[in-house]
């Protein structure tokens, strides 16, 4: 299975302003997919981006942006302006092209916390 | 869109007890589900894969005999932990695949706690 970490168990950021989580992965594979999911209190699962390893353009939503560094098998999340909303834990996951299941691989989480 | 929803949200139930939690897809049909539970503050560990028609298929360490899985149709997985006792009071997330080559969507969770 691969392995995902995120290095950060926990990041502070003021409203307003701009935090960057870390997710480096291991594999072997060069197709593959990486996403970045949000876990508010409520533990609703939601996906913030998602990258296609095939593609060298980095995906943006809105506020949300990535730095995929593919030859470092790195691939951080930029949260600008923060607002108070994006309090949660977030966690970057890795999928394999192959194989009939799909699973996906988590890391063990960052926990942001927005300062009013 | 794409919504799966679980039931219940939570659950209490008595040490020895059998419990189900039920996951569908609302708008769509997923061939595939997946089980993960949750510690707090931790990550989602997969326990196991869901394939309709199919019996699971089990991660490494999890008892199959303990924690069932039934994938009957193609909006509905359910996951029966049987004779529960309180170290199997976690967190439970089910999530479902679109299609092939799709994110998966998540359900709620469910939060059991065994008494």
């Known amino acids: 299975a691969q392995t995902v970490t995120q290095s950060q168990p926990e990041m502070s950021v003021q409203e307003a302003e701009t935090v960057t989580l870390s997710c480096t992965y291991d594999?072997?594979?060069?197709?593959?997919?990486l996403f970045w999911y949000k876990q508010p209190p409520s533990r609703q699962m939601i996906l913030v981006i998602r990258?296609?390893?095939?593609?060298?353009q980095n995906a943006t939503e809105n506020r949300f942006s990535v730095n995929f560094q593919k030859a470092a098998k790195s691939f951080s999340l930029k949260i600008s302006d923060s607002q108070l909303g994006d309090a949660a834990m977030y966690f970057c996951?890795?999928?394999?092209?192959?194989?009939?299941?799909?699973?996906?691989?988590f890391g063990a989480g960052t926990t942001v916390t927005v300062r009013a | 869109g794409a919504v799966v929803s679980q039931h219940p949200s939570w659950v209490i139930c008595k040490s020895g007890t059998s419990v189900k939690i039920e996951c569908r897809s609302l708008?769509?049909?997923?061939?595939?589900m997946f089980w993960y539970r949750q510690f707090p503050k931790q990550s989602l560990m997969l326990m196991a894969t869901?394939?309709?028609?199919?019996?699971?298929?089990?991660e490494q360490g999890v008892e199959k005999d303990k924690f069932l899985i039934n994938h009957a149709s193609l909006t509905l997985s359910t996951l029966t932990v049987t004779s529960a006792h309180p170290e199997d009071s976690s967190f439970y997330i089910c999530?479902?695949?679109?299609?092939?080559?799709?994110?998966?969507?998540f359900g709620q969770g469910t939060r059991l706690t065994v008494v």
């Open positions: 594999t072997s594979e060069s197709d593959y997919y």
């Open positions: 990258q296609e390893a095939y593609k060298q």
């Open positions: 999530s479902a695949r679109k299609g092939v080559n799709t994110e998966a969507f």
């Open positions: 708008d769509f049909q997923a061939t595939t």
């Open positions: 869901s394939n309709e028609g199919s019996k699971a298929t089990y």
């Open positions: 996951a890795y999928r394999s092209p192959f194989g009939n299941d799909y699973k996906l691989s």
